[in-house]
């Protein structure tokens, strides 16, 4: 079936070590995005990536990496610099443009403690 | 981007149909309207987008004013599994065709048996 994949579904982390997110489409599609949720809120943009080999900072970018170095794949990575990491994070693919919805994976609950 | 308003929350019951509006009074003339939902702890599904004509598919219907600047969304026979926070969204394009969804604090719809 085509999709969009996040994985782990829960990870817990010790505060102070960066973690990586895995998000993974089949959907051929060219743009993917990670955005963050917390609790009761909607959803923030942190990278987005229209390309291979190409990324840029969305609204709230600081303490977080990503890499694109293959289409189908868009990894976030959560640093130690990020300050409030706990949250729930979601990646989304669409193929570019205004007349195209995007698909949203299911979500990775990052815990630090 | 424009900034919408929803109502924070929708009562509806079982079998009646489900209207849920959205202010977009700041809309440009080539951003669309798209709607989401997202039930507990899940990634957002996508339901349905237009321009400026109204819109229909299998699970709903999207009903945009001539102005443009609100919208309707309505499920036309809602089921308890309709349940969830309805987001409504404005897309405006990021650099070199990639989207840019913001999302706002949506409507909590709860159907009703």
């Known amino acids: 079936d085509g999709g969009i994949t996040q994985s782990p579904k829960y990870l817990f982390r010790k505060e102070g070590q960066n973690v990586t997110l895995s998000c993974e489409q089949n959907?051929?599609?060219?743009?993917m995005y990670w955005y963050r949720q917390d609790p009761g809120q909607g959803l923030r943009l942190i990278y987005y990536?229209?390309?291979?080999?190409?990324?840029q900072k969305g609204d709230i970018a600081e303490g977080y990496s990503v890499s694109r170095e293959k289409k189908e794949s868009f990894p976030l990575t959560v640093t130690s610099a990020q300050k409030n990491p706990t949250a729930f994070y979601l990646c989304?693919?669409?193929?570019?443009?205004?007349?195209?919805?995007?698909?949203f994976g299911q979500g990775t609950r990052l815990t630090v403690v | 981007d424009a900034k919408t308003t929803q109502p924070p929350s929708m009562d509806c019951a079982e079998g009646r149909a489900a209207n849920l509006p959205c202010n977009h009074s700041?809309?440009?003339?080539?951003?669309?309207v798209y709607w989401y939902r997202q039930i507990h702890s899940q990634g957002p599904q996508y339901i349905i987008h237009?321009?400026?004509n109204n819109e229909t598919n299998e699970m709903a219907s999207l009903i945009i004013t001539e102005d443009r600047k609100s919208s309707t969304l309505i499920l036309p026979h809602a089921t308890l599994r309709d349940t969830a926070v309805y987001y409504c969204?404005?897309?405006?394009?990021?650099?070199?065709?990639?989207?840019?969804?913001?999302f706002g604090q949506g409507t909590r719809l709860t159907i009703n048996p």
């Open positions: 969204i404005v897309r405006g394009l990021l650099i070199q065709g990639a989207q840019k969804l913001v």
């Open positions: 989304a693919s669409s193929f570019r443009g205004l007349n195209t919805e995007a698909f």
């Open positions: 237009g321009l400026k």
């Open positions: 959907l051929n599609h060219d743009a």
């Open positions: 700041t809309i440009s003339g080539n951003e669309y």
């Open positions: 990536s229209q390309i291979v080999n190409d990324f």
